[in-house]
């Protein structure tokens, strides 16, 4: 199984920061890799998929890269409602999809 | 607009058996793959199951496979996970969600279920 790393496992940041959550796969997926964002008690919504296309609805600030093993989600200017638990996942091998373990991040 | 809402969840003992419901509505149900994904309480997402469109083709992860059954009736628009020999480990809220049209990402989840395997 394609194992998915996410790093860091959390992160505390400040309203207006730019911050980056990196994930890396166990084998090369191609773009087969996809964001999620989760708040409390709520279930996972989709931000970006194709590593870097943009869900529609998703604020702009959200932006995605990489493809083969390393992946990365920039979110440029941070937003009160950015404060939430955000998953990578690949898809490549279909359809025994993998998240990554979560990155919380947190207001400082 | 596209709804999935699951039920199903309870407390059952040890062993015991509970079968999930997704009701889908807002698309065309029969012409999508269909997965169930968990998460225990505090953990991250675990896929769990996964149902081809026209219900031709099923696959598990390791952890469940052989004690879930996934399942879809296209004529109700309803997806179900049976669930047998439950154990502790299966303690999770339980979402349906579905595929996009021309990737493996989930664009729409349920809101979840709660499993709560316990003597």
């Known amino acids: 199984a394609i194992r998915m790393t996410q790093s860091p496992s959390s992160l505390s940041a400040s309203t207006g920061d730019r911050v980056t959550i990196t994930c890396r796969a166990s084998?090369?997926?191609?773009?087969?890799l996809a964001w999620y964002q989760q708040k409390p008690g709520k279930a996972p919504k989709l931000l970006i998929y194709?590593?870097?296309t943009l869900q529609s609805g998703v604020p702009s600030r959200f932006s995605g890269s990489g493809s083969g093993t390393d992946f990365t989600l920039t979110i440029s200017c941070l937003q009160s409602e950015d404060f939430a638990t955000y998953y990578c996942?690949?898809?490549?091998?279909?359809?025994?999809?993998?998240f990554g373990q979560g990155t919380k991040l947190e207001i400082k | 607009q596209v709804q999935l809402v699951e039920s199903g969840g309870g407390v059952v003992q040890p062993g015991g058996s509970l079968r999930l419901s997704c009701a889908a509505s807002g698309f065309t149900f029969s012409s999508y793959g269909m997965h169930w994904v968990r998460q225990a309480p505090g953990k991250g997402l675990e896929w769990v199951a996964f149902i081809r469109y026209d219900g031709s083709n099923k696959y598990y992860a390791d952890s469940v496979k052989g004690r879930f059954t996934i399942s879809r009736d296209n004529s109700k628009n309803t997806l179900y996970l049976q669930m047998n020999s439950l154990r502790a480990e299966d303690t999770a809220v339980y979402y349906c969600?579905?595929?996009?049209?021309?990737?493996?990402?989930?664009?729409?989840w349920g809101q979840g279920t709660l499993v709560t395997v316990s003597s």
């Open positions: 084998q090369g997926i191609s773009s087969y």
């Open positions: 996942q690949q898809y490549y091998s279909y359809p025994l999809y993998t």
């Open positions: 969600a579905k595929c996009t049209v021309t990737t493996g990402a989930f664009d729409y």
């Open positions: 194709a590593a870097s």
